[in-house]
């Protein structure tokens, strides 16, 4: 039982604690304040504008600013601070942390390599021979092609007057030609040793490549003469087809059959007499009669369809427009209805009430966001005087607030701007957050809510 008590114990000092932390957070955010503070100034050539905002009594912080000039464009930066730890710097440190690890293992591998070639060079001479030529053959690579990149950018490669250093470096022409010469020399070496070996070869075998050769030639002369024969046969047999094929004679029945037009061939009778030409004409002139006689329906068709029609349009017209006038009149009832309802919503006392409420809220909300500081200077000048007058007027209802510190000059004789302008300024979470939930949770506000919702089913 006292283990039992002594975990639930255990468990409620945990809630407490997070119970604790969350409220503590929640006051935290709701009753330390953010803290802005932006400034512009007018620089030669262009505008220098920056802004800061804060919270946690500096803790984390956002800065940005914004830059322009007629010759360099427009600039902007911004960057956040948490504990006064720049988010670039730390993105800086990463990436020179990166390079110095990349840095620590290609020089360790070059240890490791270092290490390999030392132990290869006791152990197996030969094996450390090749890996020192290869090194020095793809040294000799990068260096011709550096130096013909080189040549190419500048003009200056002159492959005549290269000269081998101790280094090992040659030109790219150079280097061309050397490896052109080892393997002609390497081709001639291979061939004069195939030589060697042939004739040693033939001094042991001498009559039996002698025999090879002479079936190996009859051989070649027998397949010679089979193609010389096989083309003048094929030559013969193409000569003898086309002179049958021209020799010849096919009649127009064989032709006809051949391109298969033997059905549809027409035979037209060679002598009409007189009958055949009076029944033709007989023919068409009925043909004639009948093709007018069909138009002439066709067009009574029409014309008695147009009559129908509007005989029944007439027939229908009172009804369609009673529709139409009854269809009218309810849309403008519903109109008016709407336009009573809006009315009538609008001249709603909670909905006056909301209203003002609103307007209320906005305002002491401007009121507790707006600047408690504003200090430099205004000197500008409009092309127009009377817009200068406009404008100082429109400013003037601040400017008694921050008379001390701030100073505005207007210009009306020429177009001018110029100035230095600061202001800071604070705003509490809880105060927005209570005017928002006394807002929310009012009834009038409640109403309206209720009165939309309506409204939009």
């Known amino acids: ?24 957070i929640v006051l935290i955010i709701l009753f330390v304040p953010i803290r802005y503070e932006m400034g512009a100034e007018k620089i030669p050539g262009g505008v220098n ?57 290609y020089e360790k591998r070059k240890a490791e390599r270092i290490r390999r070639l030392e132990r290869l060079q006791e152990e197996d001479p030969e094996a450390y021979e090749r890996e020192r030529q290869m090194a020095l053959a793809r040294r000799r690579e990068r260096m011709a092609r550096q130096a013909g990149q080189t040549g190419q950018a500048g003009g200056q490669a002159n492959a005549a007057s290269a000269k081998e250093e101790p280094g090992g470096y040659i030109s790219a022409a150079e280097y061309a030609r050397r490896n052109e010469a080892q393997t002609n020399a390497a081709a001639d070496d291979k061939i004069l040793r195939s030589a060697q070996d042939d004739r040693e070869n033939t001094c042991h075998s001498e009559e039996r490549s002698d025999e090879e050769s002479r079936k190996a030639d009859e051989i070649l002369r027998s397949a010679q003469d089979d193609r010389v024969s096989s083309k003048g046969t094929e030559d013969d047999r193409a000569s ?3 002179g049958e094929a021209a020799g010849e004679d096919i009649t127009n029945e064989e032709i006809a059959e051949e ?9 037209t009778p060679s002598n009409e ?13 009925c043909r004639l009669v009948k093709k007018v006689w069909d138009i002439c329906l066709k067009i009574v068709a029409k014309i008695w369809g147009l009559l129908v029609r509007l005989v029944v349009f007439l027939a229908c017209l009172p009804s369609k427009l009673a529709i139409a006038v009854v269809k009218i009149y309810g849309k403008v009832l519903a109109v008016v209805e709407r336009v009573q309802g809006i009315t009538g919503f609008l001249n709603d006392p909670r909905t006056r009430a909301f209203i ?15 600047p408690k500081k504003i200090w430099g200077y205004l000197r500008f000048g409009l092309p127009d005087p009377a817009w200068t007058g406009i404008a100082t007027g429109a ?63």
């Open 356 to 370: 003002r409420m609103l307007f209320s809220t906005i305002r002491k909300l401007l009121a507790h966001a707006f």
């Open 395 to 457: 400013i003037g209802w601040i400017y008694p607030m921050f008379r001390g510190n701030f100073r505005l000059e207007p210009v009306f004789d020429e177009k001018v701007i110029d100035g230095n302008i600061r202001m800071k300024g604070r705003i509490y979470v809880f105060y927005p957050a209570f005017l928002a939930v006394r807002l929310i949770f009012n009834e009038n506000t409640k109403f309206v809510i209720r009165t939309l919702k309506k409204k939009r089913h």
């Open 49 to 105: 504008a920056e802004g800061c905002v804060s919270w946690l009594f500096g803790a984390v912080k956002v800065k940005m600013g914004f830059f322009w000039t007629r010759e360099g464009g427009r600039k902007v930066t911004r960057d956040i601070y948490i504990f006064g730890i720049s988010r670039s710097k730390v993105h800086l440190w990463r990436i020179s942390r990166q390079r110095r690890k990349a840095e620590e293992a």
């Open 1 to 24: 039982m006292g283990i039992i008590l002594t975990i639930l114990k255990i468990i409620g000092i945990i809630l407490l604690i997070i119970l604790a932390l969350v409220l503590a």
């Open 259 to 267: 391109l298969g037009d033997n059905k549809n061939i027409v035979e």
């Open 273 to 285: 007499g007189k009958g055949g030409l009076w029944e033709r004409i007989k023919e068409g002139i």
């Open 240 to 242: 003898t087809v086309g």
